[in-house]
Nanobody
Framework: EVQLVESGGGLVQAGGSLRLSCAASGFTFGRYTIGWFRQAPGKEREGVSCISNGDGSTWYADSVQGRSTISSDNANKTVYLQLNSLKPEDTAVYYC??????????????????WGKGTLVTVSS
C-alpha cells in the first residue's frame, strides 16, 4: 500500500533547527514530485517546499525561503526538509505529500495524490 511516513517533528526553541523526514513506499517514487505542507490551527494548509524526483528542481514558500532546504534520496525513497532559524510562526503539523509527475508540477495541496499523517513541529519563544 501507499505510505508516506513523516518523522522528525518536536519541540524546539525559536532560532533552532529541525530536519523532517518523509519515508515513501508503495508507489513509483521516482515518477513523483514530493512536497511538504503545513497546517496551523485556524489556518489553511499551505505549501512549504516541493522537489521533483525527476530533475531535482525545487520550490520554497516565501516564508521559509533562505532558511529551508528540501532534498530527496531516491535510493532510500526519503525526502527531507531542513528547517533553520525556526520561528513561532512555523508551528504547525507538517505533512508530506506526493504529486504524480516530475515536470510541470505545482506545489499546491490540491495537486497531491498521497498524504502522510503528519508530524507536529512546535516552536517556542
Amino acid at each position: 500500500e501507499v505510505q508516506l511516513v513523516e518523522s522528525g517533528g518536536g519541540l524546539v526553541q525559536a532560532g533552532g533547527s529541525l530536519r523532517l523526514s518523509c519515508a515513501a513506499s508503495g508507489f513509483t517514487f521516482g515518477r513523483y514530485t514530493i512536497g511538504w505542507f503545513r497546517q496551523a490551527p485556524g489556518k489553511e494548509r499551505e505549501g512549504v517546499s516541493c522537489i521533483s524526483n525527476g530533475d531535482g528542481s525545487t520550490w520554497y514558500a516565501d516564508s521559509v525561503q533562505g532558511r529551508s532546504t528540501i532534498s530527496s534520496d531516491n535510493a532510500n525513497k526519503t525526502v527531507y526538509l531542513q528547517l533553520n532559524s525556526l520561528k513561532p510562526e512555523d508551528t504547525a503539523v507538517y505533512y508530506c505529500a506526493a504529486q504524480p509527475g516530475t515536470t510541470g508540477w505545482s506545489c499546491y495541496y490540491g495537486m497531491m495524490d498521497y498524504w502522510g499523517k503528519g508530524t507536529l513541529v512546535t516552536v517556542s519563544s
